[in-house]
């Protein structure tokens, strides 16, 4: 006798395929409901492969961009961009990249042989040297150039070329990021039609806290204008002139590479005679020649970081370097 379950009537069925009908529409809904919450919803599109170089430069991107996307940041802020040689991760990263936002010749010098062989498809952006940026010429003469040691060439720039040349460090001024920001802004949106509102209202909530920034420092750094005092290298010019501070020299020319005995002679001179309050270094760099010249003649050392060394990269960095900077400043030059 056969013991099995009778096989269901259609009858028995109806609930069953009710119930599976309405489930195959609510997942259908919601489906539905999902493509049209992404497609009105730019800043969860596609994501875009974004490039940028050094630590302050990939601060604001990030800010720009938001929650659209993660960009690449090439250089880690331990290690100098002058002379930097790309890892093979690092290598692939530039490669892969759809937009690449980068300084100068002068600060990523290992870059400009890789991007004359970049294919058309890759978006190049710098900003070194946009229309209405603060350009400051390099500092000559007295402690800022030695008469032995001369303003290192880059790579494939002629003498000629580089008298034309400007100081990189341009970032250190935040009048200028706020060129940089609306610049990439405008390219972002170029690659990437459908956030262009989103990354203008990021934008401009960007540059109002820049303006904030500026107005900070401004106030902080105002009793100090007339303290004399010495860097590591020329780094923080534009940071200096926008605050209008008093720095006299600086230690090396080339932070690359050590000073020649003439220029420590100079550097130890300068410091006996007592006026420099203090001598800044830089956490990239040994400073084992300064910590003998501050043996020496009893000037305070203490640290400027032009580059984010040690902070964590993303939307914030741009304004703990800063805030770093002005910080060390008021500290040493204040006499604490």
């Known amino acids: ?41 730019p800043h969860l599109a596609e994501k875009r ?63 400009p042989q890789m991007i004359n062989h970049l294919p058309n498809h890759i978006y190049l952006l710098k900003v070194g040297t946009l229309e209405d940026m603060t350009l400051l010429p390099p500092r000559r003469g007295g402690l800022w150039q030695s008469g032995t040691q001369e303003v290192p060439v880059t790579q494939g720039e002629t003498a000629a070329e580089h008298d034309d040349v400007n100081d990189p460090h341009v970032w250190l001024d935040p009048q200028n990021a706020i060129v940089w920001v609306n610049s990439i802004t405008n390219n972002l949106s170029t690659l990437d039609p459908p956030n262009a509102i989103y990354y203008r209202e990021n934008a401009d909530a960007l540059i109002t806290r820049l303006q904030a920034l500026d107005a900070e420092l401004r106030e902080q750094l105002a009793p100090f204008t007339d303290v004399p005092y010495l860097v590591y290298h020329d780094a923080y010019q534009y940071f200096e002139a926008r605050y209008a501070l008093n720095p006299v020299g600086a230690f090396t020319l080339s932070a690359d590479r050590p000073i020649s005995a003439r220029r420590y002679s100079e550097m130890q001179a300068l410091l006996r005679d007592g006026d420099v309050k203090c001598l800044f270094v830089e956490p990239q760099f040994p400073p084992q020649q300064v910590e003998r010249l501050v043996e020496e003649t009893g000037v305070t050392m203490a640290y400027l970081d032009p580059l984010g060394v040690g902070l964590i990269p993303g939307p914030e960095l741009y304004f703990r370097l800063m805030r770093g900077l002005g910080n060390s400043l008021a500290t040493c030059l204040g006499g604490s």
Do not use: C
């Not at 609510?26 to 049209?36: F, G, T």
């Not at 490039?51 to 938001?66: C, E, F, K, R």
């Not at 002058?82 to 100068?104: C, K, T």
């Open 1 to 41: 006798m056969n013991t099995s379950e009778p096989n269901p009537s259609p009858e028995d069925e109806g609930p069953n395929l009710k119930f599976a009908a309405i489930a195959g529409t609510v997942v259908l809904s919601i489906m539905l409901i999902a493509v049209v919450f992404l497609r009105d919803s």
């Open 49 to 111: 492969h974004v490039l940028a170089t050094i630590p302050p430069l990939h601060s604001l991107v990030s800010a720009i961009m938001g929650d659209s996307g993660t960009p690449v940041l090439l250089l880690p802020g331990g290690t100098s961009p002058h002379g930097h040689i790309l890892r093979p991760s690092e290598n692939e990263a530039f490669y892969r990249a759809q937009l690449i936002i980068w300084v100068d010749p002068t600060v990523e010098t290992s870059l």
